[in-house]
């Protein structure tokens, strides 16, 4: 069983998810959807770690100008109540957010989509797609 796209599938056929039924296909192809989606997700909490990364340094050398002009309740303000507080609740930050949802729900959905596909199409990749893409190019070459 190969894990690349040019291995052979259940059926021998080099054609890639020719021995799927359609059935199979689709939830096959749910998964894979299902795993990019999921990794979007990451994207987002990547953008959400990144900008409150962002935003807390602003955040401190706020405290810094404040203190400087001589602003220093509002400087101890941004220093006690904002800068050690977690995006969750008052301990977790972003990047615990981010890196619980990498070892948990990513990896588990990466974990199954592998399974998926080694079980249903020898790890072949993309079936649904390369279905519809021979099947555009026989229309292509048809009159």
Same mark, same amino acid.
């Given at each position: 069983?190969?894990?690349?796209?040019?291995?052979?599938?259940?059926?021998?056929?080099?054609?890639?998810?020719?021995?799927?039924?359609?059935?199979?296909?689709?939830?096959?192809?749910?998964?894979?959807?299902?795993?990019?989606?999921?990794?979007?997700?990451?994207?987002?909490?990547?953008?959400?770690?990144?900008?409150?990364?962002?935003?807390?340094?602003? #955040?401190?050398?706020?405290?810094?100008? %404040?203190?400087?002009?001589?602003?220093? +309740? $509002? &400087? *101890?303000?941004? @220093?006690?109540?904002?800068?050690?507080?977690?995006?969750?609740?008052?301990?977790?930050?972003?990047?615990?957010?981010?890196?619980?949802?990498?070892?948990? #729900?990513?990896?588990?959905?990466?974990? %199954?989509?592998?399974?998926?596909?080694? +079980? $249903? &199409? *020898?790890?072949? @990749?993309?079936?649904?797609?390369?279905?519809?893409?021979?099947?555009?190019?026989?229309?292509?070459?048809?009159?």
């Amino acid at each position: 069983m190969g894990t690349d796209d040019s291995s052979p599938n259940r059926s021998g056929s080099s054609e890639p998810g020719t021995a799927l039924s359609d059935a199979e296909s689709d939830a096959l192809h749910e998964v894979e959807l299902g795993l990019e989606w999921v990794q979007r997700a990451q994207g987002s909490l990547l953008e959400f770690h990144h900008a409150t990364g962002h935003g807390m340094d602003h #955040l401190y050398r706020a405290e810094e100008l %404040l203190r400087a002009t001589g602003h220093d +309740e $509002l &400087a *101890d303000a941004v @220093r006690t109540e904002l800068l050690p507080h977690g995006v969750v609740d008052e301990d977790r930050w972003s990047y615990d957010v981010l890196e619980n949802f990498q070892e948990s #729900l990513l990896a588990e959905t990466r974990s %199954l989509e592998r399974r998926v596909r080694r +079980e $249903l &199409a *020898d790890g072949q @990749r993309h079936v649904r797609e390369r279905r519809q893409e021979r099947e555009w190019k026989r229309r292509a070459d048809d009159p």
